[in-house]
């Protein structure tokens, strides 16, 4: 009897979605783009969550209404961090984006602003494969990662 699923030796998992999520946002590409964007020894911080700080009051409860009994709630503060995960719909969420790598455009699905996927990459440029420099939103609007600091 022959299993029901078996691994096709031709269609690695390059070609499954991927998604990395940063501030503001998230990309999702499939495995070969991802690998062709960024050094694989090199991989950007993708763990920087947000970070939000919730409060909440001193309160007083009663077992039910009209109770002698008090029982007092103290204060507490602390941090809520929210790590995103790109959504989990099965819909294609985000901005389709052309992405120009060696010569070739590649596709991708950016969710979140055009200036904070721009803000990441800047922040990670030192994970960026050489070939990658240019990305093109589906407005056409063109984004170029150039390098100002080098003055004559």
């Not at 294609?92 to 790598?101: H, Q, R, S, T, Y």
């Amino acid at each position: 009897m022959e299993p029901r699923f078996v691994p096709n030796e031709v269609a690695t998992d390059l070609y499954r979605n991927y998604t990395i999520s940063f501030p503001g946002g998230s990309l999702t590409a499939s495995k070969d783009v991802l690998t062709s964007m960024f050094e694989k020894d090199n991989l950007p911080d993708t763990c920087s969550p947000e970070e939000k700080e919730v409060s909440r009051k001193q309160s007083n409860w009663t077992s039910y209404p009209q109770s002698d009994e008090v029982r007092i709630v103290q204060g507490t503060t602390y941090t809520l961090k929210n790590y995103s995960n790109g959504g989990n719909s099965r819909a294609a969420a985000g901005e389709p984006i052309k992405v120009l790598i060696n010569n070739s455009f590649w596709t991708a699905r950016l969710v979140g602003s055009h200036q904070d996927f721009m803000d990441y990459l800047c922040a990670n440029r030192s994970a960026l494969v050489d070939g990658f420099t240019y990305w093109q939103s589906q407005k056409g609007s063109p984004y170029f990662m150039t390098d100002n600091s080098t003055s004559n």
